[in-house]
């Protein structure tokens, strides 16, 4: 069955810098749009960064352009987010997901209903 498992998640001091992995499992992965989400308790799901099939198009929002890079290894069936420079704010619930579409609008792909499938989330949590 389909299955995405995040991992590397943890505590960091704010500056400091966090990848999260997301292994994809059960289907095509390379044949999937992947997403970056976070969520405080809450609060709505937020989008976080997405990138298509073949890692040539990618959208970020605005509060982490610039300090996070989100890339994918489809031969490992592999996905990542690497966070840099974090901050305070930047504590939450990490979620990847994945949906088989990509859209030319970055408001359209940011949207959570978009996604078939979600990783049950890792934890970041950054202290002041």
């Known amino acids: 069955q389909v299955q995405l498992v995040e991992s590397g998640g943890g505590l960091v001091q704010a500056g400091g810098s966090l990848r999260l992995s997301c292994a994809a499992s059960g289907f095509t992965f390379s044949r999937y749009t992947m997403a970056w989400f976070r969520q405080v308790p809450g609060e709505d799901r937020l989008f976080v960064a997405a990138i298509n099939w073949s890692g040539g198009d990618v959208y970020y929002a605005d509060s982490v352009k610039g300090r996070f890079t989100i890339s994918r290894d489809n031969a490992k069936n592999a996905g990542y987010l690497q966070m840099n420079s974090l901050k305070s704010e930047d504590t939450a619930v990490y979620y990847c997901?994945?949906?088989?579409?990509?859209?030319?609008?970055?408001?359209?792909?940011?949207?959570?209903?978009?996604?078939?499938?979600w990783g049950q989330g890792t934890q970041v949590t950054v202290s002041p």
């Open positions: 997901a994945v949906e088989g579409t990509w859209s030319l609008s970055a408001t359209n792909q940011a949207m959570p209903s978009r996604y078939e499938h």
